[in-house]
T-cell receptor, first 115, second 113 residues
Framework: EAQVTQNPRYLITVTGKKLTVTCSQNMNHEYMSWYRQDPGLGLRQIYYSMNVEVTDKGDVPEGYKVSRKEKRNFPLILESPSPNQTSLYFC??????????????FGPGTRLTVL | QQPVQSPQAVILREGEDAVINCSSSKALYSVHWYRQKHGEAPVFLMILLKGGEQMRHEKISASFNEKKQQSSLYLTASQLSYSGTYFCGTEMGSNFGNEKLTFGTGTRLTIIP
């Protein structure tokens, strides 16, 4: 089944404790992206990647890191999480790079709470 | 630059029509429309490209006015299953897209029987 998976789905952590949210897709997609969703603010792009070893900042990259060492994986790293990073995070992928994507397939989301 | 969606919320009776607008102050290369149901991930509806045709997904269609940098989503004869929050995502650029997708804050659509 074609899908985007994220882990963990729920995470409660404390300020400053490094964490990684994994994202994997099995569709051989080139383009992958991370978004955060907050009430009243919609979806905001954090980072995106057009292919292996190619990443770029979205609209809200501060406090986040990403890497794209393999085509299928695009982990989101929070080196020192803070309470303002409490949010719902979505990973997404699409087939084509060079555009913001044809159909973007979203993962199920990761709800992160930073205390 | 985040696109502006209007209205923020709309309530319809089943079978009624609605229009959701998405506008930008910058030149747009493409506009994407997604629907998100409560507690679920956004689901792609359609993409409109600069110079492209009006698109359709079931009884939902959309247009892209390049001169106004605006896209409109038309929901015809709404069904209960159309309930959810609709987001437009815009990619800026004149001749090429800039590969960044910026979403609006969403329009919450409620369909009542």
């Amino acid at each position: 089944e074609a899908q985007v998976t994220q882990n963990p789905r729920y995470l409660i952590t404390v300020t400053g404790k490094k964490l990684t949210v994994t994202c994997s897709q099995n569709m051989n997609h080139e383009y992958m992206s991370w978004y955060r969703q907050d009430p009243g603010l919609g979806l905001r792009q954090i980072y995106y990647s057009m292919n292996v070893e190619v990443t770029d900042k979205g609209d809200v990259p501060e406090g986040y890191k990403v890497s794209r060492k393999e085509k299928r994986n695009f982990p989101l790293i929070l080196e020192s999480p803070s309470p303002n990073q409490t949010s719902l995070y979505f990973c997404a992928s699409s087939l084509l790079s060079g555009r913001a994507g044809d159909t973007q397939y979203f993962g199920p989301g990761t709800r992160l709470t930073v205390l | 630059q985040q696109p502006v969606q209007s209205p923020q919320a709309v309530i319809l009776r089943e079978g009624e029509d609605a229009v959701i607008n998405c506008s930008s102050s910058k030149a747009l290369y493409s506009v994407h429309w997604y629907r998100q149901k409560h507690g679920e991930a956004p689901v792609f509806l359609m993409i409109l490209l600069k110079g492209g045709e009006q698109m359709r997904h079931e009884k939902i269609s959309a247009s892209f006015n390049e001169k106004k940098q605006q896209s409109s989503l038309y929901l015809t004869a709404s069904q209960l299953s159309y309930s959810g929050t609709y987001f437009c995502g815009t990619e800026m650029g004149s001749n090429f897209g800039n590969e960044k997708l910026t979403f609006g804050t969403g329009t919450r659509l409620t369909i009542i029987p």
